[in-house]
């Protein structure tokens, strides 16, 4: 088979090219843009130029080189009828659950302010607080989602949990935008800490405005390990400023790299990480895609596959 890898930093290429090359010594594997004597079989990639795909155009599927899939999805000049297969967990959600649990630590037990105090030489012991007080919603349950539901109820969380189909999980309270168990209001005003973890599609593009966001309990917290383009910039901001979310912390924004004049840089109640949650890793991913592809060259069926309509 004759693989393409199409990604936009060039390090993760080489990285793709060698993991792949490694475990498929038969296949023919290039870089994008070198020329393969003949159409690639199979694409892997990230953030593909426009040209890419009126070169590519026998392609059998296109893995994402990565959990998320908004930007093959709708972009412009990839065919409908090419099948997209996303990494499914692939070694990123021991990372995010690590990164979720990380945030939801520091903020709950107050850790700036030991900072701050370690800064003025102060000593001062606050009151014991506990997990329990500190309800946590995980809206997006997939293997993100779930792995940082479960790890944050194993350190004694409450965990409500919100996914578009219901999924129920041991000792949560799941609620769902489809099929009966939704109640977004409930899953919002039972919130403290909010850990968005859901795709961006047209259903949760904008989902948290100022409206939904001024239901979570008063002084939440906001984590948003998923994408940007989920959360209303301007809302969060507003909420913060006049005190009912006490602090957000940021992996992910509508334009990446953050512009260094965005107001997220310097706000005193925002932690900004540069889409590092979860990185993909990929000798991980490799051990994914290199098996896919040896089933979908047999004829057998795959996980994974992205369903348009749904949009992941
Ligand atoms: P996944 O396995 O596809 O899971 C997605 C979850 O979101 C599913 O539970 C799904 O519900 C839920 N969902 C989808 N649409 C929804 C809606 N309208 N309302 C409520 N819930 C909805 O994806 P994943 O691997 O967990 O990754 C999730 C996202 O995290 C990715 O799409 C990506 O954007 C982001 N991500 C970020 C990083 C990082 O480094 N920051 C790394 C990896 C992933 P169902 O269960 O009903 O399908």
Redesign the pocket.
């Known amino acids: 088979v004759r693989i393409v890898i199409v990604h936009s930093t060039a390090s993760a290429a080489r990285a793709w090219h060698e993991a792949i090359a490694a475990r498929l010594p038969e296949a023919v594997v290039a870089i994008w843009p070198q020329e393969l004597d003949e159409p690639a079989d199979y694409a892997i990639g990230w953030n593909p130029p426009a040209e890419f795909f009126e070169r590519e155009t026998r392609l059998k599927a296109f893995f994402s080189a990565?959990?998320?899939?908004?930007q093959i999805v709708g972009h412009a000049s990839a065919p409908r009828s090419l099948p997209i297969i996303?990494?499914?967990?692939a070694g990123?959600?021991r990372?995010?659950a690590e990164y979720c649990a990380y945030e939801v630590i520091g903020w709950c037990t107050s850790r700036r302010l030991y900072d701050e105090q370690q800064r003025l030489a102060r000593w001062h012991e606050p009151r014991p607080r506990r997990p329990a007080e500190w309800p946590v919603g995980v809206?997006?349950?997939?293997?993100?989602?779930?792995q940082v539901a479960t790890t944050l109820r194993a350190l004694g969380y409450r965990v409500h949990a919100?996914?578009?189909?219901p999924?129920p999980l041991d000792g949560m309270a799941c609620y769902?935008?489809?099929g009966g168990a939704g109640d977004f209001t409930a899953f919002l005003r039972a919130t403290r800490v909010l850990i968005v973890?859901?795709?961006?599609?047209s259903?949760?593009r904008d989902?948290f405005d100022e409206t939904v966001l001024r239901q979570l309990q008063p002084g939440a917290y906001v984590i948003n390990?998923?994408?940007g383009g989920l959360i209303v910039d301007e809302a969060l901001l507003a909420l913060l400023e006049s005190g009912h979310l006490s602090g957000a912390t940021l992996?992910?924004f509508r334009t990446e790299p953050l512009p260094p004049d965005h107001p997220f840089w310097r706000h005193p109640k925002i932690r900004v990480t540069p889409?590092?949650?979860?990185?993909t890793l990929a000798p991980e991913g490799a051990d994914q895609v290199a098996e896919k592809i040896g089933r979908l060259e047999a004829g057998l069926p795959v996980t994974g596959v992205v369903e348009r309509e749904?949009?992941?």
């Open positions: 990565g959990a998320g899939v908004e996303r990494l499914e967990d990123m959600a990372q995010m809206f997006g349950l997939g293997f993100m989602g779930r919100y996914a578009r189909s999924k769902a935008d489809h973890l859901a795709p961006l599609t259903e949760t989902r390990a998923a994408r992996d992910v889409h590092i949650a979860a990185l749904r949009g992941y």
